[in-house]
Structures are given as structure tokens and as C-alpha cells.
């Protein structure tokens, strides 16, 4: 099965190595039919410090690196890590 990618804003980076990236998405509302927006926080693997908050980071699953981390960031130049 592949990795899932998600695209989302760094909202804290103050972990030594970690980033927690704020991912939103959008879906219509089965009885209302109005538009929802509903986010959610990941924490992600940063190895290199690179991405400060604000940035936009793409984020792709992994295995387990610690309680909270399931995900690592892709580098800035769009490839995926090997």
C-alpha cells in the first residue's frame, strides 16, 4: 500500500528535530450540504531543523519514531527520501 502525503502548515517547531504540522481539509456535510473545514495537528520528523513556522511542509507516513511521531517531512526540493 503506498505512504500517504499530506500537505499541510508548520504550526510549532520547537521540538529539537520535530515539527508539528497543522493539515486542514475540507468535505460537505452529509445533511446539512454546507462545506466543513476540519483540521488536524501531526507531529513530524525533522532531521536537519530545516522548516520554521509558517512554512508549508509536505509530510509523508513512516514507522513509529517515538510516541507521537508517525510521519517525517519531505526535504524542500519535493523528492522523497529513500
Keep these: 500500500m503506498p505512504k500517504r502525503i499530506l ?3 508548520v504550526v510549532s517547531d520547537k521540538g529539537d528535530k520535530t515539527v ?3 493539515v486542514e481539509r475540507t ?3 452529509p445533511v446539512l450540504k454546507k462545506t466543513v473545514r476540519r483540521s488536524k495537528k501531526y507531529h ?3 532531521e ?3 522548516y520554521k513556522v509558517g512554512e508549508v511542509a509536505r509530510i509523508i507516513e513512516c514507522a513509529p519514531k517515538s510516541k507521537l511521531k508517525t510521519w517525517e517531512v519531505l526535504p524542500k526540493g519535493g523528492a522523497a527520501q529513500a
Design 48 to 50: 536537519a531543523n530545516t
Design 44 to 46: 513530524a520528523h525533522d
Design 7 to 9: 500537505e499541510g502548515v
Design 20 to 22: 508539528v504540522v497543522k
Design 27 to 29: 468535505f460537505l456535510h
